[in-house]
C-alpha cells in the first residue's frame, strides 16, 4: 500500500475515554468519531513492510509488562499546533520508553516533533478554536468525577486510508512474560 499511514495506540476504554469522546463531540462536531487514545507511535510511513512491522510489534510488546498511568493537567499544544489534550501525569516515562522501544526496525521514522505522552482531546482547524475548546476541556476535565487512571495492557496498530483511521491488529503487552513464569 504505497503512502500509507500507520500508527500504534492504546484505546482508552474506561469512563476516561467516555468523557474524552463525549467532550471531543461536544468541542468540535464536525469531526469524524474517533475512538478516544493514547498515541504510542505518532502516524508515519513504514521502513519494511506491514507484515515486518507487525512481527516487531508482536515479539517487542511479548516482552513489556502492562502498566498504569495517571492523567493529569488539561494543557494544549499551541503556538505549535491548535491540539487540546490531557497531559500524562504519572509514568509518563514509561509512555516514553515504549514509544522508543517500538520506535525501531520497520517502524523507524523521522517524527516531526519530539514525543510527549499525552491524550488528545481535539485537534481544531485554527489556534482561536483551540484556545476556546482549552478553556471548556478544563472546566469539564475538573468537575470529572472518576479516577483519572489508564491501563495499558494492549496496543492497537492502525493505517490510515481515505483519510480514516483503520484498526489492523490488537497486540496485547507481556505475553511473552506470562509464558517466561510458566
Same mark, same amino acid.
Given at each position: 500500500? *504505497? #503512502? ?9 476504554? #474506561?469512563?476516561?475515554g467516555? @468523557? %474524552?469522546? #463525549?467532550?471531543? +463531540?461536544?468541542? !468540535? =462536531?464536525?469531526?469524524p !468519531?474517533?475512538? &478516544?487514545?493514547?498515541?504510542? /507511535?505518532?502516524p +508515519?510511513?513504514?521502513a ?5 512491522? /507487525?512481527?516487531?510489534?508482536e515479539e ?6 502492562? @502498566? ?8 494544549? @499544544?499551541? *503556538?505549535t499546533? =491548535?491540539?487540546? @489534550?490531557?497531559?500524562v501525569?504519572?509514568?509518563?516515562? +514509561? ?7 517500538? $520506535?525501531?526496525?520497520?517502524l523507524?521514522? &523521522?517524527? #516531526?516533533?519530539?514525543?510527549? =505522552? !499525552? /491524550? ?8 482561536e478554536?483551540a ?10 476535565? &475538573?468537575?470529572?468525577p472518576?479516577k483519572?487512571?489508564?491501563r %495499558? ?7 490510515? &486510508?481515505?483519510g ?7 497486540v *496485547? ?6 509464558s $517466561?513464569? $510458566?
Amino acid at each position: 500500500m *504505497p #503512502n500509507a499511514r500507520y500508527a500504534l495506540v492504546s484505546y482508552i476504554r #474506561n469512563p476516561v475515554g467516555e @468523557f %474524552v469522546e #463525549n467532550l471531543r +463531540r461536544e468541542l !468540535h =462536531p464536525s469531526l469524524p !468519531h474517533m475512538a &478516544a487514545h493514547l498515541t504510542i /507511535l505518532p502516524p +508515519r510511513e513504514l521502513a519494511g513492510t506491514e507484515t515486518a512491522a /507487525l512481527a516487531f510489534l508482536e515479539e517487542a510488546c511479548s516482552q513489556i509488562i502492562p @502498566f498504569d498511568l495517571e492523567l493529569g493537567d488539561v494543557e494544549t @499544544f499551541l *503556538p505549535t499546533t =491548535p491540539t487540546v @489534550f490531557i497531559q500524562v501525569k504519572r509514568s509518563a516515562y +514509561r509512555v516514553r520508553e515504549l514509544h522508543d522501544q517500538l $520506535s525501531g526496525k520497520a517502524l523507524c521514522c &523521522a517524527e #516531526n516533533w519530539p514525543y510527549i =505522552p !499525552h /491524550l488528545t482531546i481535539v485537534k481544531t482547524e485554527r489556534d482561536e478554536e483551540a484556545q476556546s475548546a482549552l478553556v471548556i476541556a478544563r472546566e469539564r476535565w &475538573a468537575q470529572f468525577p472518576g479516577k483519572r487512571q489508564v491501563r %495499558v495492557e494492549e496496543l492497537m496498530f492502525v493505517r490510515e &486510508a481515505d483519510g480514516q483511521w483503520h484498526d489492523l491488529a490488537l497486540v *496485547p503487552l507481556g505475553r511473552g512474560q506470562l509464558s $517466561s513464569k $510458566s
